[in-house]
């Protein structure tokens, strides 16, 4: 086994906006305003939310959701384990989820827009999301670390990415309306200098696939006591 770290390529937290109902704000087709983060830090305590308030004259519902997108084609072999690691920032003690997201183009060919708020669920609008992990209890000042899904870990070995979303578990993941008011709010570092939103990953490296000294590659178990599945390349090459 090897493992490997790999930083997140894209980060961006997007933003119903202020709905007047459950339905307009977690089956928003596009986010009112979105951030795209890169290279510096940014500490972004609503990063993930989950609110409403009855107030005067009708309720208000806002979510908030923070996508992600790794390219995995680096790593040389089959993925066996994934962890994803993102540095939690003021708000903790909410329940996150981690579901599979279609932003970024899908691939990772384009900058998040708008209209990808709602890329994240199967069946198309308001539909049911493809979870990447069990629900779990965010963490503030520490990394959280959760383990993602034989989905994701798939979905890595066959596209060569992971393109997924953080969101609130109890109201925006499952799809319930909340009968009381609510704010919860799960902060994230972006970009972190303390742990850069990254997956750790554990993989059976594919070897060396090539003839040594004539001898063929699928009769070579080992060169000079290494073991064929730990060899990349011989004398460079």
């Known amino acids: 086994m090897a493992t490997a770290n790999i930083n997140a390529d894209k980060q961006t937290w997007a933003d119903s906006g202020s709905q007047t109902s459950f339905t307009a704000a977690r089956n928003a087709t ?80 384009s900058a998040y827009a708008n209209s990808d708020f709602n890329n994240w669920t199967t069946l198309g609008f308001g539909g049911v999301p493809i979870p990447y992990s069990t629900d779990f209890t965010w963490a503030a000042g520490a990394t959280n670390t959760i383990a993602l899904n034989a989905a994701a870990i798939s979905n890595a070995n066959s596209n060569n990415y992971i393109n997924l979303v953080a969101v609130g578990q109890i109201n925006d993941y499952t799809g319930n309306a909340p009968f009381f008011d609510v704010v919860m709010n799960s902060g994230i570092q972006f970009a972190s200098t303390t742990e850069f939103p990254k997956l750790a990953i554990t993989y059976t490296p594919s070897g060396y696939s090539h003839d040594v000294n004539a001898v063929a590659s699928a009769s070579i178990v080992s060169i000079n006591g290494v073991a064929n599945a730990n060899i990349v390349t011989v004398n460079g090459v």
Do not use: M
Not at 37 to 46: A, E, G, K, L
Not at 85 to 102: C, D, H
């Open 30 to 109: 596009s986010s009112t305003t979105h951030v795209n983060y890169t290279n510096s830090q940014f500490n972004r305590s609503d990063a993930i939310q989950e609110v409403y308030s009855s107030g005067r004259g009708g309720g208000v519902w806002r979510f908030a959701r923070s996508f992600f997108f790794f390219d995995t084609s680096s790593i040389s072999g089959t993925i066996t384990a994934i962890d994803l690691k993102i540095y939690g920032y003021l708000f903790a003690g909410n329940r996150v989820r981690i579901a599979k997201s279609t932003a970024f183009g899908t691939s990772g060919g």
